[in-house]
């Protein structure tokens, strides 16, 4: 896959996702331009959103943000400036909603996550919805476990994947240090 290749895919919950407490059941890129509408085209039900009505996920997503510049927006932390190298983490049940700014856009990749791994870290309060914009400093590793989940996400086609499970585990964690770090 080109870094500029954009896409989205969607899959059904595995049931190993229980066997194993966490699976990666979808994934996308995209390079926003300028005054370009958001979100792009194509979600599947339950996922697409407007500014004026955000929306409420089942799942938690990660969403990369590598350039250009946003907002975020949820009941749980208010209006929050988005930066290239921010991590936005949407959390289940917490309404929501964010976009790239209309005079930069952004490119975005992102996954989302189920089972209960996942459920545990929100539980313990190990990753928080009030602090669901991240800054790395250093992005990249991010970028390339994203890009690596990506990549397997497209060729399982609906087989499960127990190693990109736990590569979202291994981004999950980083995450979670991140958020301690604020």
Not at 66 to 71: A, I, Y
Request: charged share 20%; glycine share 12%; with cysteine.
């Amino acid at each position: 896959m080109n870094d500029s290749d954009d896409f989205l895919i969607y899959q059904p919950v595995p049931p190993e996702a229980d066997v194993w407490g966490l699976a990666v059941v979808a994934g996308g890129r995209a390079k926003v331009s300028p005054g370009a509408e958001y979100p792009p085209r194509g979600h599947g039900e339950g996922h697409a959103f407007t500014w004026e009505n955000g929306r409420v996920l089942g799942a938690f997503q990660v969403v990369c943000v590598t350039e250009g510049s946003g907002e975020f927006d949820s009941k749980a932390t208010g209006r929050v400036s988005v930066t290239a190298g921010s991590v936005i983490v949407i959390f289940p049940g917490v309404w929501h909603r964010y976009r790239p700014h209309a005079q930069t856009g952004w490119t975005e990749s992102w996954i989302e996550v189920v089972g209960t791994t996942a459920d545990r870290l929100l539980a313990a309060g190990i990753m928080s919805p009030e602090r669901a914009v991240v800054r790395l400093a250093n992005a990249g590793t991010l970028s390339a476990m994203m890009a690596t989940l990506h990549e397997r996400l497209q060729r399982r086609r609906q087989r499960y994947d127990a190693e990109a499970g736990a590569l979202a585990l291994q981004l999950l964690g980083r995450l979670a240090v991140a958020q301690r770090g604020r």
